[in-house]
């Protein structure tokens, strides 16, 4: 009972904090002050107070899409379990509601990207599902060699399973790099899409989201930081599959480790320039043979 | 997969043999000259550390790992890397295919191999190990690099990687290749890039270009 | 003693190396004659194997042997005018790739350890680059960028193949080992499914190196460019070394039974496959240099063809490896001494040849005849040895393929080459300073006549290493 509360508290509380890790990690990196760590708090709660504007010509699926997001992603974030915790909501096979619950978030907002009719958002919403064709892949090869690992479908026993097979090390090896690069990819970082940047030839998936204002724009903020959040945790739960033993140190180390990670994030935003828009797949696929290859490793 | 209880030294070598499977993609991806010569150089590195892992220590043994390490991994790489400065290019440009194709057919390959590796009869202490599906996909790999790339150096650096892995298959065998042997082999191949970087070097001043594909005088009429 | 063969040339490299341009050539010339008397000194003497069964001279490797060595021979007395004519050019690398070459070719007849073989064919591989590019142009630079890039690659899938060898024996009997004798001795129980690999890589690999189509697309540009010494040396030399590669592999062959017959068709059909391809390409074929270098093609796929009927035909195919290695020094060497003339290889400029260059063009009509397997020349006795295995052994396909392909490649050479040679010298061409000279002819008459000769009798030491060569392609039984 105490996890699954520790567990919704984290989920509900912690994603915007990481947002302004990176921001200020970036500000230290360029030598500024830089936005007081609960910035994206302030920001988000502004835009709720607000009033939404709608366009004449949209429909109700410019309104349901970040909502849907929004939802889609919180239950994602129930099934996966975050440091060496089980998940509040877990069951054989919950890898691929996870891996569809993300998909159905970009569905919707492309889909709301596309009703406001605007040539410049469906631009962002096709640059968008290209990418995520190459991305998806490498996180489904990725789940599947930790299914096979561990012998579980569930994400909990997947991912609390601490491994002894030969390859584990090589393996972890791969699956970090790869996932790193979908973490960043899937989020739309440095070097893959700037949040930042309001150019039109080189956004993605903020271009998607220019139409929305008011609280839809404010849940799709909170959205975008708790799939980061989500993806986050993911990665945590690869790379450092350290238990101390004491549940309480475990929940210090996990936030310790998610904060490491967005600091990770916005090293990698400050040292790294923009790819070009023709090299992105090219880092996409890097990932995806890379968790493919990790996936051989296991499987032979 | 089982848990199977392989001695401490196989398991480091399969481990490294993973970073040369990994550095056979990097390759294929990058266009970037010198990135490719140095991941090359890495490879030839390793190639020199796993005989020394692989077998006892003995005055053979040794000898090999010092001939590999100072041949692939300092002397060719320098040789190839001097062609570069001198001819001055940095990057490869409009391979014959795609990077993106070529990394998938990559993998595709190196999937392939893993099946086909399965299916050979190996000596039962060969078995379950990474050494011939890992020497098979680096020579698929060389070899994409070398027919797939227009540059004259890209190519050397594809028949260079294609050597490295008829190298991993060699590792097999190494104990019982006499030293003279192994030393001929490297030293042929040392003197086969020196002659290479040299024409390659009269090819950028012959047609202002290393493009092989400029390369078409010669033909039937 | 047999040391010697591979210690003198590359002693005469070194000093080569360091001493005047002029001189040069004639140290090449010397290393030339002292690996000739040595050699002929080693033919009739039986070697042992060494201790531990690395080197030995078999009748094999001497026949090859022969064929380099007098070839070479005339190679340097050549080198020695050819080079008084471009006495500006610099001729170190040269001779002392030539001599280096030549010790390599040496090591290759003797080595019995598949791994030394394959270092020292590699290396005549590598030696030769530099040769090819003599001529420093962008036509030549191409060539040799082709060349060793393809041979490279081939010679480096033998490589995979050795692996794939010694790695049957290793699965065999826990005692990986590529010396031919110990190979030979356990053939029986060598893993198959390496072997057959093995097999393939090996074919691959060497048959690149030889020519064999349809892995000959260096060939053509590479005999066309480089000059008609290097010319000589590839198609008379390195062709029956990276053959006497594909000996050894037979002999393994030989000695496991099975997939021995798998083995013989591959190089049947491979022959036949390339003769065909030298007859398409020769009957439309305007230049005189790629002419022959088709022309080596043809010669290798009857040496193929040879070596897989195996049994009556395999005298015939080592015999043969001595008569297209010499006619092939003649032909390149008198075609080059042509191309110097008249400046082109084109046949629509070069005509007429007997008018200005008597000696040469005689040798190049006389090398004409004489490849094309016409009598009294010896290629003809070995050609007409090969038709008749064929014929006894009732593939009467493969024989009548044969003749054919004989027939339609001998209207396809006397088409370009006659006009070369015979006719008028086209009335607009400016003079040339170059003539034929005591150098450049003298060793191709020489030569012509040995061939002339071996088509009528065959001295006996010839004989009886034929006879040992090819009792050692027997199935025993």
Redesign the interface.
Known sequence: MITFIIHCLLVIVMPPLLLGVITKTKAEFGGRKGAPYFQPYYDILKLLKKEAVYSKTTTWVFKAGPVVTLAATFLASLMLPLGNHSAPVSFAGDMLLFAYLLALTRFFTTLAALDTGSSFEGMGAAREVTFACLTEPALFFALVTLA??SGSLSLTGMLTYSS????A??VTV?LTVALFIVLLAENCRIPFDDPNTHLELTMIHEVMVLDHSGPALGYIQYGASLKLFLFAALFYNIAMPIQTGSVFFDWLLFIAGMLGIAVAVGVTESVMARLRLTQV??ML??A???S??SM????? | ?E??Q?PKNL?VA??LL?VV??IN??ML?SNRLMFCIRAAATQGVILGILPGILHPFSFHITLITVLILVGKGIVIPGMIGKAVRDVQIKREFEPFLG??PA??L??IM??AA?VFA?K????PEHE?LLFV?ASFST?VAGFLI?TTRRK?IS?VIG?LV??NG?FI??L??S????V??EA??L??LL??VF??AI?IN??SR??SSTD?SR?R??K?? | MVYALVFVPLLFAVVGWGIKSRQRPLVLLAASLVHLVMSMMAMGVDQHPTDNGWLWLDPLGRIVLFCVSVLFSICAFYAVGYLRYYKRRPNRFLCVCMLICLAAMSLVTMAQ?L??F??AL??TT?TM??LI?FNR???S??????Y??IC??GI?MA??GL??L??ST??AH?????VLGKLIASAGDL?K??LHAAFVFLLVGYGTKMGLAPLHAWK??TY??APGIVGALLAGGLVSCSFLGLIRVYQVFLATGTGLVFFQKTLIGMGLLSMAIAGI?IA????FKRLLAYSSVEHVGILAIGLGLGKGATFATLFHIINNGLTKGVLFLSAGNIHRSYSSKSVHEVRGALRRLPWSAGLFLAGFIAITGSPPFSPFISEFGIVTAAFEQNHVAVGVLFLFFLAVIFIGLARTILPVVLGDPPSDLPDSKYQDRLLTVAPLVLVMMIILVLGIWQPAFLLRLLKDGAAMLEVRS
Not at chain 2, 120 to 123: A, D, G, K, R, T
Not at chain 3, 141 to 146: F, V, Y
């Open positions: 096979k690992m002894s097979s030969a390859w090390g090589a791969l797949p090219l696929i890097t995806t043979v890379f493919a290859f051989i490793l296991i499987f032979r | 997969m848990l199977v392989m398991f399969d481990q993973v499977l990994l993609f990097v991806g990077y993106i990394l998938i990559g993998a190196t999937a893993f399965e050979l009869p190996l000596s379950n599906p020579l070398l004259a190519q028949y294609l050597e008829i298959f060699g097999l065998l104990e019982t290749m006499p003279l042997v001929g082999m030293l042929d003197v086969g002659v290479m024409v009269h090819i012959e047609f092989t390369l005088t010669l039937e009429e | 350890h791994g030394l394959w270092v590699e290396t590598l680059a530099p590019y142009n962008a036509r630079i191409e060539a040799t960028w082709k060793i890039m490279s690659v480096a490589l995979l692996m794939f010694a790695y290793h699965v826990r005692d990986a080992t590529l893993n499914a390496w053509p540009d066309g460019e390409f439309k074929q305007s230049d």
